[in-house]
T-cell receptor, first 116, second 114 residues
Framework: DAGVTQSPTHLIKTRGQQVTLRCSPKSGHDTVSWYQQALGQGPQFIFQYYEEEERQRGNFPDRFSGHQFPNYSSELNVNALWLGDSALYLC???????????????FGPGTRLTVL | AQTVTQSQPEMSVQEAETVTLSCTYDTSESDYYLFWYKQPPSRQMILVIR??????QNATENRFSVNFQKAAKSFSLKISDSQLGDAAMYFCAYRSPNNNDMRFGAGTRLTVKP
């Protein structure tokens, strides 16, 4: 049973560029959440996708956008990158029952983004 | 807003001994979920244990158990018979049943000495 997968593993970009990160959820899961984890800190919630729509958003600017595909995989896009976007980006999948998914979230290995 | 506090940035334990990691949280809700996640150097966040606030009984998973004190808003993790593979960052997390985000603490780095 494949767990949550993310690609790429590492990424280096320069300021002002745009980046796309990808996530495939655990088999049987239909909900994807994205988190940003700065060095030495706990993860912070960016947004969650369910049924191909953004269900909830954390305190992140519009430069951060996402998408969920019919097969439940998801992308995180970040535009106009700046140094402060350097972080580990984690994807978590779960089963979204009804309006709020209460099931446990399972995490992928993350994508390390470095902005120079 | 709910906040999660882990007051121990680093902890150390001798192999085969027991260690307790602390977590406190702030909430006005009566129903919620609490989690401990482990993040080894491989970076993948691994679920260790989960507790539903409405359950009085403390959750247990093999060598891992929690001490959930709802009134005190405390949720500590006890690791018994510590193993070298337990060395990692441990994060405490809070989730509201009506909300889809999880609030994480800053983490505790656990070192296991052979």
């Amino acid at each position: 049973d494949a767990g949550v997968t993310q690609s790429p593993t590492h990424l280096i970009k320069t300021r002002g560029q745009q980046v796309t990160l990808r996530c495939s959820p655990k088999s049987g899961h239909d909900t994807v959440s994205w988190y940003q984890q700065a060095l030495g800190q706990g993860p912070q919630f960016i947004f969650q996708y369910y049924e191909e729509e953004e269900r909830q958003r954390g305190n992140f600017p519009d430069r951060f956008s996402g998408h969920q595909f019919p097969n439940y995989s998801s992308e995180l896009n970040v535009n106009a990158l700046w140094l402060g976007d350097s972080a580990l980006y984690l994807c978590a999948s779960s089963i979204g029952r009804g309006a709020s998914g209460t099931d446990t979230q399972y995490f992928g290995p993350g994508t390390r983004l470095t902005v120079l | 807003a709910q906040t999660v506090t882990q007051s121990q940035p680093e902890m150390s334990v001798q192999e085969a001994e027991t260690v307790t990691l602390s977590c406190t949280y702030d909430t006005s809700e009566s129903d919620y979920y609490l989690f401990w996640y482990k993040q080894p150097p491989s970076r993948q966040m691994i679920l260790v244990i989960r507790q539903e606030a409405y359950k009085q009984q403390n959750a247990t998973e093999n060598r891992f158990s929690v001490n959930f004190q709802k009134a005190a808003k405390s949720f500590s993790l006890k690791i018994s018979d510590s193993q070298l593979g337990d060395a990692a960052m441990y994060f405490c997390a809070y989730r509201s049943p009506n909300n889809n985000d999880m609030r994480f603490g800053a983490g505790t780095r656990l070192t296991v000495k052979p």
